[in-house]
C-alpha cells in the first residue's frame, strides 16, 4: 500500500496563476484533510471531506477550493495565487471516527508563490 | 471552536534526560488527544494518543497524561536519544467532531 500520496511535491507559482494539489489514499478512509504548515504556526486545517461529495470549510479556507468526486482523492485548488499561500501543503485521510482517530498525512508539497 | 496550547516552543535537553510538552485545551467535551512528531522535512506521524477516560498512558519511552479537571495534557519522553530530535504537536479532538485542532508545535533538540 502506498498510503498517502501528494502530487506535486514542488511548485513555483507567480502571483495570480492557479494550480491544483492532489491526494491520493488508498486506505479506503473516510475521511481526508488539508492542512498548511507555516513556520511557528502548526497545522492549521483549510478544508475537509467527511466522504465522497462531501467537502466544509476548517480554520482557514479562503482562497482555496476543494473538491473529493472520488472516495480515494481529494483536490485543493488555489483559483488566484497569492504570496501569503506560500507554505508546505500537507494531506490527510482517517477512518470514519469512531473507529480509529488517527489521521495519516501525506509527504507535503512545498508550494512558493512569488 | 477548540483552541489548543502549546509549550514549551523549544527545549533542548542533552541524551538521557526527560522531556516533557505541555499543552492546554479549551473545549471541556474534547475526547481524544493525540500527539505527532514531525522529523525535518518528514511528514507528521503519530506517537501516542489518549482517550478522555484514561488517565495515563505508556509507550515504552514516552507517555502522555491527561488532566481533564485543569484541561491540559503532557507528553513525556524519558531516556531522550539524538533521534527523538523533531518537531512534536499536540492536538485536541472536541466529541462528535471530525477535526482536529492542533498546537504550534514544540521543537525537541537531545544533544549528544
Known amino acids: 500500500n502506498a498510503g498517502v ?10 502571483t495570480g496563476q492557479s494550480m491544483t494539489l492532489l491526494c491520493a489514499q488508498d486506505m479506503n478512509h473516510e475521511y481526508m484533510y488539508w492542512y498548511r504548515q507555516d513556520p511557528g504556526m502548526g497545522l492549521r486545517l483549510i478544508h475537509y471531506s467527511v466522504g465522497e461529495g462531501t467537502t466544509a470549510k476548517g480554520e482557514v479556507p479562503d482562497g482555496y477550493n476543494v473538491s473529493r468526486l472520488k472516495k480515494q482523492n481529494f483536490l ?27 489521521q495519516y498525512f501525506g509527504p507535503g508539497t512545498r508550494l512558493t508563490v512569488t | 471552536g477548540e483552541n489548543v496550547e502549546q509549550h514549551p516552543s523549544t527545549l533542548s535537553v542533552q541524551e ?34 489518549i ?26 519522553i524519558t531516556e531522550t536519544q539524538p533521534e527523538d530530535s523533531a518537531v512534536y504537536f499536540c492536538a485536541a479532538r472536541i466529541g462528535g467532531y471530525s477535526t482536529l485542532t492542533f498546537g504550534k508545535g514544540t521543537m525537541l533538540l537531545v544533544s549528544p
Open chain 2, 51 to 76: 482517550r478522555s477516560n484514561v488517565g495515563e498512558k505508556k509507550d515504552q519511552r514516552i507517555a502522555v497524561t491527561l488532566n481533564k479537571t485543569a484541561k491540559h495534557f503532557s507528553l513525556h
Open chain 2, 16 to 49: 538521557g534526560d526527560s522531556a516533557v510538552i505541555k499543552c492546554t485545551y479549551s473545549d471541556s467535551a474534547s475526547n481524544y488527544f493525540p500527539w505527532y512528531k514531525q522529523e525535518l522535512g518528514k511528514r507528521p506521524q503519530l506517537i501516542i494518543d
Open chain 1, 76 to 102: 485543493l485548488g488555489l483559483e488566484s495565487a497569492a504570496p501569503s499561500q506560500t507554505s508546505v501543503y500537507f494531506c490527510a485521510s482517517s477512518y470514519q471516527a469512531g473507529v480509529s482517530y488517527e
Open chain 1, 5 to 14: 500520496t501528494q502530487t506535486p511535491k514542488f511548485r513555483v507559482l507567480k
